[in-house]
């Protein structure tokens, strides 16, 4: 049996991501605010071949209600194979420049609660001594860059976390998985233009349960952000500053 | 994908607001600018086209919502493709109850469009197997319409092009199969009368028949090709599915049409001349039998910059054969034409849908490389003989019938036009309505 938590189910990489595991015929437990879209995205993986799919709603930023949520997900599903944390929000920079409550605010929802989240599910996945946290960071997260560097901030505060635990975790059989997608095509990005560097949400989903079947660490999706994150973490200061990327 | 809203012609051009849709349960967006629903953009001209105005993407709107195993009702989003359907369905011993030539076009897409295919004489339109529909308009009214509750809304919709309102979700049956193979046989002809001939010999026992033709062969030879019929195979618990090939594409769009007068004459000629004997049994998977540009992305690339026209016409039953030997005519003298060129008798099963383009006789089909006022020329010449035959064109592969003409062809226009959402238009309803 294969047993899947995914939070922030109805963002389009976490939904595309259950939909491979359905077809599994996974038993899935699905968390995020929206009860209608997540009442619908349930039926789906029914269809799709889902033995079971369970849901629950949460606001990942009311940090005390995790642990009633995890207990529910633990409920239905026993023991896990795959936890994917996928939640989200893409700041807007500008705000965040002005507003000091609005750059915490955006902080917390993806980067705080992801910490927090990573927290609550380490001593359960410890203790059970086997399964996969996949946690979804950015390439944002690699180098601070002026037109998103609270969300880079936030990305790279989870990217770091996520290391950290990775090496905790690997010594009781537990991996843990940084993905860090590139631009990504979904209605979180609506209103960018989009280019020939951006992904699908279903080639950005495949390289996830390939990750996760593989048992990878850190992986850049599509693969060619890799050797992109490479050159732009090492451009030296005095050039970075000049350049507005 | 069609970002900025193409159909597959690719013609005309028009730029037009695209919105996307991502919630069934929320209404439409309020907006100065008429609405259209866009599937996968699959029409050929400018139904599924709203210059000046608004598209709304459904392909987000892909959604499975219940599918019964045991009795073949499946109910869905209207923005799922087939192809999405068949591969979850398939494997369970069902399949979609009617398929046009591509399974990437959406559900919505199908309802809209009353879409038909290779076994029209035995199961009618998409719209005979669709059980219920959820239709939603722009002044936040949502309407369950099947064939007993709303009938005429469901009537309207069935072939309404899009214009009375969002297709939300839809229920519907589809057809039992033993597994993915099908049994086909491709019979040679040498002309027109031996078509009808194999098609009258074939619609009693195969419930798939279509022929390809040679639309450049002329004098004794005038319609000659290939017919081909087909039935889904018994279960073949030894033959291994196919793998998904690898898709190849056309990567790029040539400056000029790769399809013109000289690689015409010569393709058709070898594809005639493909099989040696006069007929050829085959136990092939259902994929290439039904789809097989659906191997090739973009395929509609080949035609250049300027893209294609697609004409299809019906003619009826009487007389069929003097009048598709009429367009064929036509079609060969011009040098102009097609690789796929198809021919296939629809039978008698009406359709629930007001609009509906399929009805008793043959239909020809046939697509043209865009080369400006000579093919517009042509068509307008194609219509003609359609008119005076008492046929009709399909609304969803045309960019360029006039509007005295589909008023001809589609004489239910008029009851029609009150189901419209007074917030929802197309490039073609505002040309054949002008």
Partial sequence: MLNVLVI?????????????????????????RDNARLTDIAADLRVRGAIDVGHATLDVNRLDAHAEVLNQAWQLLQSVDVVLIAHGTLPDQAACESSVE??????????????????ALAPRLEAQGRGTLAVISSVAGDRGRQSNYLYGAAKAAVSTFASGLRQRLAKVGVNVITIKPGFVDTPMTRDFRKG?????????????????????SVVYLPWFWLPIMLIIRHIPEFIFKRLKL | MNAGGQSWGRYPRVSQTMVELTDRHRQLPAMESSMLPYGNGRSYGDSCLNGGNTLLRTRALD???????????????????LSQILDLVVPQGWFVPVTPGTRFITVGGAIANDVHGKNHHRAGNFGRHVLELELLRSDGSRRVCSPNENAEWFGATIGGLGLTGLITRARLQLRRIAGPWMSTEVHRFENLAGFFRLSQQSDRDYEYTVAWIDCLATGQSLGRGLFTRANHAPAHPDRRPIAPAGRLRVPFTPPLSLINRLTLRSFNALYYHRQRAP?????MHYQPHFYPLDGIGDWNRIYGPRGFMQYQCVVPPADAERHVAQLLKLIAASGSGSFLAVLKQFGNLASPGLLSFPRPGATLALDFPNQGARTLALLDRLDEVVATAGGAVYPAKDARMSGAHFRQYFPAWESFRPFVDPHFSSSFWRRVME
Avoid at chain 1, 15 to 20: F, G, I, S
Avoid at chain 1, 102 to 119: C, D, H
Avoid at chain 1, 196 to 216: Q, Y
Avoid at chain 2, 64 to 76: M, N, P, R
């Fill in chain 1, 8 to 32: 922030g189910a109805t963002s389009a990489i976490a939904e595309a991501t259950a939909r491979r595991y359905a077809a599994r015929g996974a038993r899935l437990f699905l968390v995020a």
């Fill in chain 1, 102 to 119: 609005t750059a915490l605010a955006e902080f917390a929802t993806n980067g705080t609660s992801t910490i927090a989240l990573m927290t």
């Fill in chain 1, 196 to 216: 020939a560097l951006w992904a699908k949400p279903d080639a950005v989903a495949n390289g996830i349960v390939h990750a996760a079947d593989r048992g990878r």
């Fill in chain 2, 63 to 81: 959604h499975f919502i219940a599918f019964d195993a045991a009795t073949g009702k499946l109910e869905c989003e209207a923005g799922l493709l």
């Fill in chain 2, 279 to 283: 007929v050829v049994h085959t136990t």
